[in-house]
């Protein structure tokens, strides 16, 4: 087993080398995914938000992680998604096996035709494996296109995502949101209610990057 793993990783390394997802430095490893000029720059977030935290995350969204993640979402760059899902597997642990499912954020349609891909839902898949957990992608859709968040008043950002998920599958008891990027938690707050409403007992969500304050 551990023979097949080091022949993949021999593989993979040979179709992808390691780089540092922050700054794309070849390195010889792909853990930890951050250089060594990079790594002291993130920052973590208080004790009170780390996992298993009902609105945890994994650092702030600042310095290499906000590169990173913005390379990650807007430059094409999945090939940083393996790298930033370590993340938050290494998260997995912390949950002792609280979690029937993991839902990565829904995308409505047209921003998923736009972008090609659901950056939660890349990040999403190796977690789910490490928890044991399903996946579900289609079990909530998103039915209002939100204007983005940023620029809006934190007053105003309630309103501008209320009504925007639906449930179109089944769900699970215990319930793990996963996003990107927890900007006041509006979204999050708007799904998690969407879930209780439609009976899941425990919800909590796991952002890969909190926006500092
Ligand atoms: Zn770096």
């Known amino acids: 087993m551990q023979a097949l793993a080091t022949a993949l990783r021999s593989a993979l390394d040979l179709v992808s080398p390691p780089v540092c997802a922050g700054c794309d430095l070849p390195m010889a490893i792909r853990w930890p995914p951050f250089c060594g000029a990079c790594s002291p720059l993130l920052e973590p977030v208080a004790p009170a938000l780390q996992p298993p935290a009902a609105s945890a995350a994994v650092a702030l969204y600042a310095g290499p992680l ?8 807007y430059a094409g760059r999945t090939d940083l998604a ?6 938050l597997v290494e998260c997995a642990p912390l949950y002792g096996g609280a979690v029937d499912a993991v839902l990565p954020v829904p995308l409505h349609p047209s921003r998923l035709r736009q972008r090609g891909f659901n950056p939660a839902a890349l990040l999403s898949r190796p977690l789910a494996r490490a928890l044991g957990a399903r996946l579900l992608l289609s079990s909530v859709r998103r039915v209002r ?5 940023a620029g809006l008043p934190r007053s105003q950002r309630k309103d501008n995502v209320r009504g925007a998920f639906e449930i179109a599958g089944p769900l ?8 990107d990027v927890r900007t006041t938690g509006a979204t999050l707050a708007e799904l998690a209610l969407t879930l ?4 899941v007992r425990e919800v909590s969500t796991l952002a890969l ?3 500092p304050g």
């Open 82 to 87: 393996p790298a930033l899902a370590a993340l």
């Open 66 to 73: 906000a590169d990173a993640i913005r390379r990650f979402k």
């Open 145 to 149: 296109p939100t204007p983005a968040q």
């Open 172 to 179: 699970g008891d215990r319930i793990l949101v996963v996003d």
């Open 196 to 199: 209780r409403e439609g009976g």
């Open 209 to 211: 990057a909190r926006a």
